[in-house]
């Protein structure tokens, strides 16, 4: 066998599932069903959970009630709640809803910042300064979140030069890392590769992570390319569900459990439980009413992976496995 080079031996993994995957589906569910899923996830190894988003219920109604869904999970002390803030009230309410961290999010094109924020680009970049200063007041990190890094459904192409300039500034303001959007799935491995070494080469110390999409197919294979790079922290959504509600041609975020799955097959630790997992991912499935596109859950685990062979679904036995008790 061809050895690969140059992979981590851990990756983290943080679930997108509850804000991102949620927030593109038809469906909205109850405060109690997005509560049953985040305590479920809980249970699987998760250190990072993206509860929802801070953003104008009008535009994004399924994410209405993430205050009190915040209000309300089984909260673990070694767990990371996160929440999406575009603008100061939105950092706010996360203030008050107790987030551990806030993403702040801006798009690397100006079509897009416009579709998703309204703003643009150096309207957004201001309003970061100035949800940066208040995160900073309370004490909660705050990371920066770029959207359609690799490529713009209004715009097609975005400069790598604007993304290294975008991503100085945010660190200027004290991100703690920056995630890289692959908003619309329009990513490639080389081109993704030559972003991350682009920044690479200016900010060799700076924390970054990839978030992929697997609207064309590539999202997996993006994953391996970054990986190859140096990139060993990972967003994705459980069952595969997701997509942004303000790009045309953006479903389909990459697969948890699907990741993890191949991640484990190469040897690569994540800490996570993939039986949890796919019973998360059925669990979500069943709360939608319709088939997700994850394929470890129907293809079945592999027996030589530790915890391997597909386990029957048992909601019990993951809805009633010992937690923390909140904090």
Known sequence: MIPLTNLPATVSIREVGPRDGLQNEDRILTTEQKILLINALNNSG??????????????????ADTAEVFARIERRPDVMYSAIAPNLRGAQRAI???????????????????????MSINESLAAAA????????????????????????????????????????LLELGASQITLGDTTGM????????????????FPHAPLRLHPHSARGAGLANVLAALEVGIDRIDASIGGIGGC?????????????????????????TGLDIPKLVSCAKLI???????????????????????????????????????????
């Not at 959970?49 to 994004?60: A, C, D, K, Q, T």
């Not at 809803?97 to 910042?113: G, K, P, T, W, Y």
Request: proline fraction near 7%; charged fraction near 20%; glycine fraction near 8%.
């Open 187 to 202: 990513a490639h491995p080389r081109l993704v590769q030559a972003v991350v070494l682009a920044l690479r080469e200016r």
């Open 96 to 118: 008050e809803a107790r987030a551990d961290s806030v993403q702040i999010f801006l798009s690397a094109s100006e079509s897009h910042n416009q579709s998703n924020v309204r």
């Open 245 to 269: 509600p303000f790009a045309p041609g953006a479903p389909g975020n990459i697969c948890t459990e699907d990741t993890v799955h191949m991640l484990h097959e190469m040897g690569i630790d």
């Open 46 to 63: 998760l250190r990072q959970i993206e509860v929802g988003s801070f953003v104008n219920p009008r535009y994004v109604p399924q994410m």
């Open 130 to 169: 100035d949800i940066a200063l208040a995160l900073k007041e309370a004490q909660i990190e705050f990371e920066a979140v770029l959207s359609v890094v690799f490529g713009c459904p209004f715009e097609n192409d975005v400069p790598i030069e604007r993304v290294v300039s975008m991503t100085e500034r």
């Open 285 to 327: 499935e069943s709360l939608l009413g319709h088939e997700v596109p994850g394929q470890v859950i129907k293809g079945g685990i592999c027996g030589h992976i530790p915890g391997g062979k597909m386990r029957p679904w048992n909601e019990a036995a993951v809805l009633d496995a010992p937690t923390s008790r909140t904090v």
